[in-house]
Antibody, heavy 122, light 108 residues
Framework: QVQLQESGPGLVKPSQTLSLTCTVS??????????WTWIRQHPGKGLECIGY???????HYNPSLKSRLTISVDTSKNQFSLNLSSVTAADTAVYFC??????????????WGQGTMVTVSS | SSELTQDPAVSVALGQTVRITCQGD??????ASWYQQKPGQAPLLVIY???NRPSGFPDRFSGSSSGDTASLTITGAQAEDEADYYC???????????FGGGTKLTVL
């Protein structure tokens, strides 16, 4: 059974880079058809797709975050990662990684990590 | 369009039927998926590809779609169904994934 687990610092200083890793266990990140996604949730708010990546390295970023965002994949470690630079308090949120499945007419995030709270504060 | 619109809150009496809706231009082209989120937990996929349930999920949950509106229906709501529900789909261009603002379901 595939499981996802986020890891990384829970506290980041303003203007620094937020770095998180999602480790995929119980299955290969190289399995075709899936895309590996970062989603965040500001305190008390809704869900926001940050971006996603395929094992090939092809990726898509949320236009509102694109200038600060890098998502990468390491197939040898079965991991994918998020780097968000120049963070502010507005980046304080719970960050989830999730597996995306799709066809031409739909997408679904069928497996989620438990989420990790990241606070931006000095 | 870059938005999916949901009612902020809906309530239902125990055992009754409730429909949660999601509206957006992208739903004319892409099917919605629905997620259930309980406090302190990660979201859980409830419905995908308009009306498909993940294996093992209760069949009281169903999905439908018409025009620019997708719906999640719970037939015979249970106390454990009290949660936030989010819809999701691609945007009209097809690259970005959108989420609705979420609907808080209260079971009375």
């Amino acid at each position: 059974q595939v499981q996802l687990q986020e890891s990384g610092p829970g506290l980041v200083k303003p203007s620094q880079t937020l770095s998180l890793t999602c480790t995929v266990s119980g299955g290969s990140i190289r399995r075709s058809g899936y895309f590996w996604t970062w989603i965040r949730q500001h305190p008390g708010k809704g869900l926001e797709c940050i971006g996603y990546i395929y094992y090939s390295g092809s990726s898509h970023y949320n236009p509102s975050l694109k200038s600060r965002l890098t998502i990468s994949v390491d197939t040898s470690k079965n991991q994918f990662s998020l780097n968000l630079s120049s963070v502010t308090a507005a980046d304080t949120a719970v960050y989830f990684c999730a597996r995306g499945d799709s066809s031409s007419s739909w997408d679904a995030f069928d497996i989620w990590g438990q989420g990790t709270m990241v606070t931006v504060s000095s | 369009s870059s938005e999916l619109t949901q009612d902020p809150a809906v309530s239902v009496a125990l055992g009754q039927t409730v429909r949660i809706t999601c509206q957006g231009d992208s739903l004319r082209k892409y099917y919605a998926s629905w997620y259930q989120q309980k406090p302190g937990q990660a979201p859980l996929l409830v419905i995908y590809a308009r009306d498909n349930r993940p294996s093992g999920f209760p069949d009281r949950f169903s999905g439908s779609s018409s025009g620019d509106t997708a719906s999640l229906t719970i037939t015979g709501a249970q106390a454990e169904d009290e949660a936030d529900y989010y819809c999701s789909s691609r945007d009209t261009i097809g690259n970005h994934v959108l989420f609705g603002g979420g609907t808080k379901l209260t079971v009375l």
